[in-house]
C-alpha cells in the first residue's frame, strides 16, 4: 500500500551479483513486504519471471514449514538447538532441489533467514550455483547491522530499511499534506501503526511493538538484564533526543529524578544494545572549522519517531525535537551521512576591558546537521518557526560563521514558499522539503 521505489531500484540494481543481498532494518519497518511482495511482483510483472523460477519461503510461516514434513521423514521438521526452535536445513535443501529443474536463473526471496538451521552455511553453499540469485530478510540478534559481514564472511550485500519516509507515507493514505504531517509526527512510520484506522489502535500497536518485539529482542539477545532498568533508560533517552548526552548525563538524571543508581556502564550497554537492534542511533558530534569528531557528549536520534513517542506513552510529543528527528532521517534515506556540527565562534561577551574594549570569548555553536555524500556537504539547521529576530540570530548564528562555500540550509516547519536569503541561505518549510527529493538543491 505504500511505495518503496528507492529500495526496490536498489534490489534491483544488486540483482545477479553473486552476493547474498540482506534486508535489515527495524522490526515491522516492511522488510517482508518489500521482499515479497513489492520486489516479487516486480519480477513477475517487469522482467516477466516464471513463477516456478522464484522460490518464496518465510521461515516463520506454518504453511510454507509443513511442505518440508515429507522430506526424510525420520528426522523433525523443528528442531531445538541452544534454546531456539529452528528450521532443519537438510530438509530445506532437499526441497530446494526438488524445485530446480533447469540451468535457468532462480530468484530465492527467503523471510526471516534466523530460523533456518545452520543458514549462513546453507546460503553460502548456495553461492556456488551460478543460477541462484538469493534475497534475504531477517530479525533479531543475528541480524545485527555490525555482524552481517562476519556472518556471511564478505559474502552478504547489506540494504538497510528505514520505516516510512513521510514521502512515502503520503502514497498509501488519503490525507492532505498538513493533517498527515501531524499523524506522521505523532505515529511515525511503521506501516502496521499507520494501517490502523483509530489512533487509539495506532498507540496501542505502537506499544505492543515496543515491547513484544524491541525490548524482547534485547532481552533475549542479552540474558540475565533487570528489564525495569533497561525500559527506563529507553523512557529517559527518548525524553531526551536531540540533547547533547552521555552515559554520565542519564546516570545523574536517574539520580537526581528517580533516586535510581543504574550505572554507567550499564546505561553505555542499554545505548549500544538499542543501537545494534536498529532502535536508535547515535550521532556524533564534528568540528567544522577543527575538521575532528567530539567524542562526547553526543546527540540520539530514533529510527523511528513513533516508537520513541510510544516509549514515553505517547505523553510528551515535542514538535521541535521531533521534527529534528524526522529531517536527520530523512537525510539518512537520501543517502547521506549525517553528524552533528560544532560551529567555535567569538562571542562578545557583557564585560569590557581596562581600555574600554569589549571581552570577547569562546563559544561553540551548534548547526543542526552536516549532511555529507561524497563531494555534497549541505549544513542543515531545522526549526518549528522563527518568529522574532532574536530567533532568527539563533539559527543563522552558526551557518553564518562556517568558513565555506557550501550550501547552507535552513528548514522551519512553520514557514511559507521557499527562498534564499540575503546570506544566500536556502530557506525552505518542512513540507515542501520532506516531498521533494530535490529540495535541498534548489
Not at 164 to 189: C, K, S, V
Not at 322 to 333: A, F, H, K, P
Not at 386 to 411: D, H, L, M
Amino acid at each position: 500500500m505504500f511505495e518503496r521505489n528507492l529500495y526496490l531500484n536498489e534490489l534491483v540494481e544488486k540483482q545477479n551479483n553473486h552476493l547474498i543481498k540482506v534486508i535489515t532494518g527495524i522490526r515491522r519497518c516492511g522488510k517482508s513486504y518489500l521482499l515479497n511482495i513489492i520486489f516479487y511482483n516486480h519480477l513477475i510483472s517487469k522482467e516477466q519471471i516464471s513463477k516456478d523460477h522464484i522460490i518464496k519461503f518465510a521461515f516463520d510461516d506454518a504453511e510454507d514449514i509443513l511442505q518440508l514434513d515429507g522430506y526424510c521423514p525420520e528426522e523433525p521438521t523443528i528442531i531445538e538447538k541452544n534454546k531456539q526452535k529452528l528450521v532443519n536445513s537438510k530438509k530445506f535443501i532437499l526441497f530446494v532441489k526438488d524445485l530446480i529443474t533447469d540451468n535457468n536463473k532462480y530468484y530465492f526471496l527467503l523471510d526471516e533467514i534466523q530460523n533456518l538451521e545452520n543458514f549462513v552455511r546453507v546460503l553460502n553453499s548456495f553461492l556456488k550455483h551460478d543460477n541462484y540469485d538469493i534475497y534475504v530478510t531477517g530479525s533479531n540478534s543475528r541480524f545485527l547491522s555490525s555482524e552481517i559481514d562476519t556472518e556471511f564472511g564478505g559474502r552478504g550485500d547489506r540494504i538497510h530499511l528505514l520505516p516510512l519516509t513521510f514521502r512515502e507515507y503520503l502514497t498509501g493514505i488519503n490525507l492532505d499534506r498538513a493533517n498527515a504531517l501531524n499523524q506522521y509526527i505523532r505515529y511515525g512510520g511503521i506501516p502496521l501503526v499507520q494501517l490502523q484506522n483509530k489512533d487509539t489502535e495506532k498507540v496501542k500497536q505502537a506499544l505492543s511493538i515496543l515491547n513484544e518485539t524491541y525490548i524482547t529482542d534485547v532481552k533475549n539477545r542479552h540474558q540475565n538484564i533487570n528489564i525495569n532498568n533497561l525500559t527506563e533508560t529507553l523512557r529517559v533517552i527518548s525524553s531526551m533526543i536531540s540533547t547533547p548526552i552521555n552515559p554520565t548525563k542519564i546516570e545523574n538524571t536517574f539520580k537526581s529524578v528517580y533516586h535510581i543508581d543504574m550505572g554507567n556502564d550499564n546505561i553505555s550497554n542499554y545505548i549500544t544494545w538499542f543501537s545494534e537492534a536498529f532502535l536508535l542511533n547515535k550521532t556524533f558530534r564534528y568540528d567544522v572549522k577543527g575538521r575532528k569528531y567530539i567524542g562526547t557528549p553526543y546527540k540520539i536520534y530514533f529510527e523511528d519517531v513513533g516508537i520513541r513517542n510510544a516509549a514515553l506513552n505517547f505523553r510528551e510529543v515535542d514538535e521541535t525535537d521531533i521534527i529534528e528527528n524526522i529531517v536527520y532521517n530523512e537525510l539518512r534515506y537520501r543517502g547521506f551521512n549525517v553528524d552533528v556540527g560544532v560551529v567555535k565562534i567569538k562571542a562578545k561577551t557583557d564585560r569590557k576591558d581596562k581600555n574600554g574594549n569589549w571581552i570577547y570569548a569562546d563559544k561553540d555553536t551548534e548547526c543542526d546537521f552536516v549532511a555529507w555524500k561524497g563531494d555534497e556537504i549541505f549544513y542543515v539547521q531545522v526549526a518549528l518557526e522563527i518568529a522574532t529576530k532574536e530567533k532568527k540570530e539563533q539559527e543563522y548564528e552558526s551557518i553564518r560563521n562556517i568558513p565555506n562555500s557550501f550550501k547552507k540550509v535552513i528548514i522551519v516547519k512553520n514557514d511559507g514558499l521557499h527562498y534564499h536569503t540575503e546570506e544566500g541561505f536556502l530557506r525552505i518549510n518542512l513540507l515542501d522539503f520532506l516531498t521533494n527529493l530535490d529540495s535541498l538543491d534548489w
